[in-house]
């Protein structure tokens, strides 16, 4: 699977921005999607992740603490695509945005080493 994050810039406090990641591949469905950022000097941080298309974890969302009532991470495999829509954004959330696909059937993976496939990262930038 190879992933293309795109959707960054500069954005204002307050503002909404969206992100997207496009998968090659014929089996985009069968892999839980997740993003991921890293601002400079810190250590890559979860924000959001979305189940795969079956069993019973079919769509299931969970986010980061920081993010939670703010960003929401939507999928549309019909597009082999992940969406991260972010809404009042704030200053900290300045970070490199990375989108990550992993193949576990039965949980949601929350952390950067369970993910298999990364996507090169797009720039968000939040001014205050």
């Known amino acids: 699977v190879q992933l293309q994050a795109s959707g960054g810039g500069l954005v204002q406090a307050g503002d909404s921005l969206r992100l997207s990641c496009a998968a090659s591949?014929?089996?985009?469905?069968?892999?839980?999607m997740g993003w991921f950022r890293q601002a400079p000097g810190k250590e890559r941080e979860f924000v959001a992740a979305?189940?795969?298309?079956?069993?019973?974890?079919?769509?299931?969302?969970t986010y980061g603490d920081p993010v939670k009532g703010r960003f929401t991470i939507s999928r549309d495999n019909a597009k082999n695509s992940v969406y991260l829509q972010m809404d009042s954004l704030k200053p900290e959330d300045t970070a490199i945005y990375y989108c990550?696909?992993?193949?576990?059937?039965?949980?949601?993976?929350?952390?950067?080493?369970?993910?298999?496939?990364w996507g090169q990262g797009t720039l968000v930038t939040v001014s205050s």
């Open positions: 990550a696909a992993s193949w576990s059937p039965n949980r949601v993976p929350l952390t950067a080493s369970e993910y298999d496939y």
């Open positions: 979305i189940g795969w298309s079956g069993g019973w974890i079919v769509g299931r969302t």
């Open positions: 591949g014929r089996t985009f469905s069968t892999y839980n």
